[in-house]
Each structure stands twice: as structure tokens, then as C-alpha cells.
């Protein structure tokens, strides 16, 4: 890939990413503090291979979309670190976190998303669910409570789940 | 009373169509749930981790620009 860089010994940058061909660099410099809202991590120890490779490819259209927040790729050491210390989310692996750093400072209830995109088989979905996601906090970032957002989104999606089976009935009956 | 009976059977069967429909909703709606969780209080201890993890420079800031 064209922004592939690689970390020299010494440089100060100590993470290895899990997701090839992906290096981190010194923190960027940072957005206004109106625009600067979240955080997101993209956590992944590597064993959903297909689910990897389809973020890995995508990494740069995650950039630009989240080109006003701060990313971080935790590398796989530290992801099974992570995950043996919590434990319930063996498995849900590659995660993206969206960390709202305003409403955690605030004390806010809800303070982000957690994208499990580990628990999904084919790529294709996975994409569909980080566009999703990527949707859901591009039109709602000015939003107080983005989270109203995803409620709403799984609303719309029973209900899109309720006319595809009620299509697929009809059509097993015809 | 015949009338009556000729009514039963359809109303099982859309009464069973109905149910069926709302499991298959809940279903998916349940595994989207999955999916695209909330962080709330009970993920606390993880990004708890994460902030260590960015304030002692374990992890640092991701960009393609560099």
C-alpha cells in the first residue's frame, strides 16, 4: 500500500500493528478541540483472518472518514492482552471501538460504539456493518447522543429484517 | 358453529405466521445488538486498559500521512 511506513528502532513508536502493512507514527496534531470527539481503536488478535484482511483493505477509507479523531491500531500482542483481561469479548475480535471522549469526560451513561465485527463469517458483511457504523457517526456527530442513533438503526433494521422475510415467505409460498 | 370452525384454522395459521415473523425480527435485531454494542459502565475495565495504554505511549496515534 501507498502509505505504508515502517518503524525504526529507537524512534520513540513502540506499537507494531496486527493489521499488515499498517505502522503507527508520532501522534498527528490535533484537530480543534469542537471537532476532536472520539477516539477509536481498532483491537484485533488475528483470528478471524477474512474479517482482517477486509479491514486491513479498508484501512484508508476509515482514515478519511474519521480524518477528525484520533486512531489508534492496537497491535496483536496487546489485543490478546486485552482480551485475556476481558475476557467476555474473546471472539468479537476485530473490534472498533468509538471512544466519545466528550461524553466519558462527562460522565454520560453511554460513551461510544463497540463494532464487533469478529462475530460475523463473510467479509462482505463486515463491511456493511463499519459503513454502517461509519454512517452512523458521520451524520451524528453533532449529535449529544450518537448512541440514539444506532438504537434507531437496529429499530429499522428489525423492520427491514421483517419485510425481507415476509418477501422471502412470499415468494417460498409462490 | 361450522362458520365458526371455517375461522379457527386461518387465524392459527396467521396467528403462526405472526410469531413466526417476530422471532425471525428479534433474531436478527438481537444479533445486530451484537454486533454494534453500546460502551457503557460495564466497559469500563477495557477502555480503562486503552487510555493506560495511550497515556504510558504503549499505543500512539495511527495516521497515513505519517
Known amino acids: ?174 | 358453529m361450522e362458520e365458526g370452525t371455517g375461522l379457527i384454522v386461518p387465524a392459527i395459521v396467521a396467528g403462526l405466521l405472526l410469531a413466526c415473523l417476530g422471532y425471525e425480527v428479534e433474531r436478527r435485531r438481537s444479533r445486530l445488538r451484537r454486533v454494534f454494542g453500546i460502551l457503557d459502565r460495564d466497559e469500563l475495565k477495557l477502555v480503562g486498559h486503552l487510555d493506560a495504554m495511550v497515556e504510558t505511549g504503549e499505543i500512539q496515534a495511527w495516521s497515513q500521512h505519517g
Open chain 1, 1 to 174: 500500500m501507498s502509505h505504508e511506513h515502517h518503524q525504526t528502532p529507537g524512534d520513540g513508536s513502540s506499537q507494531a500493528t496486527s493489521i499488515p502493512g499498517h505502522h503507527p507514527h508520532a501522534r498527528r496534531p490535533a484537530a480543534p478541540e469542537a471537532t476532536r470527539r472520539l477516539d477509536v481503536f481498532i483491537i484485533d488478535s488475528g483470528w478471524n483472518a477474512p474479517i482482517s484482511m477486509a479491514l486491513t483493505k479498508n484501512l484508508s477509507q476509515i482514515r478519511v472518514y474519521l480524518e477528525e479523531d484520533t486512531i489508534y491500531l492496537v497491535d496483536q500482542p496487546r489485543s490478546i492482552a486485552l482480551l485475556k483481561s476481558n475476557p467476555h469479548l474473546i471472539g468479537h475480535d476485530p473490534m472498533i471501538l468509538f471512544l466519545d471522549r466528550l461524553r466519558k469526560d462527562a460522565g454520560h451513561e453511554r460513551f461510544g460504539i463497540r463494532l464487533n465485527l469478529g462475530l460475523l463469517r463473510k467479509p462482505e458483511q463486515a463491511l456493511a456493518r463499519l459503513q454502517s457504523a461509519l454512517r452512523i457517526v458521520a451524520e451524528n456527530r453533532a449529535c449529544s447522543d450518537m448512541y440514539h442513533a444506532v438504537e434507531k438503526q437496529l429499530w429499522r433494521a428489525g423492520l427491514d429484517g421483517a419485510f425481507k422475510v415476509i418477501g422471502e415467505s412470499a415468494l417460498e409460498i409462490v
